[in-house]
Nanobody
Framework: QVQLVESGGGLVQAGGSLRLSCLAS????????MGWFRQAPGNERELVAA???????NYGDSVKGRITISRDDDKNVVYLHMNSLKPGDTADYSC??????????????WGQGTQVTVSS
């Protein structure tokens, strides 16, 4: 059973930066594709970014150029570096994991989420 625990959320001013972390356990991390999703009240859950087991990345159109996903296989951690944050980025951010496969990934493991609030 893969377990995912997010951290790093909080309150930040518009234009600021934040780094979210997701610690994975209970599985072979280097055999997982990883991703970050977000959901704001009244909105659908959307993919923010994904990174494959080999480091290939995909980004949602709304965050391209402002967010970077990375992974550290030695620490079993995936990061979401968020820059130039906007109030529209306010959402609950969750870390997801998928078994190895082609895009689009089959997301089967979910973290509990961490809240990001961007003030104007």
């Amino acid at each position: 059973q893969v377990q995912l625990v997010e951290s790093g959320g909080g309150l930040v001013q518009a234009g600021g930066s934040l780094r979210l972390s997701c610690l994975a356990s209970g599985g072979t991390f280097n055999r997982l594709n990883m991703g970050w999703f977000r959901q704001a009240p009244g909105n659908e859950r959307e993919l923010v970014a994904a990174i494959s087991s080999t480091g290939v990345t995909n980004y949602g159109d709304s965050v391209k150029g402002r967010i970077t996903i990375s992974r550290d296989d030695d620490k079993n951690v995936v990061y979401l570096h968020m820059n130039s944050l906007k109030p529209g980025d306010t959402a609950d951010y969750s870390c997801d994991a998928a078994r190895l496969g082609s895009w689009p990934y089959d997301w089967v493991y979910w973290g509990q989420g961490t809240q990001v609030t961007v003030s104007s």
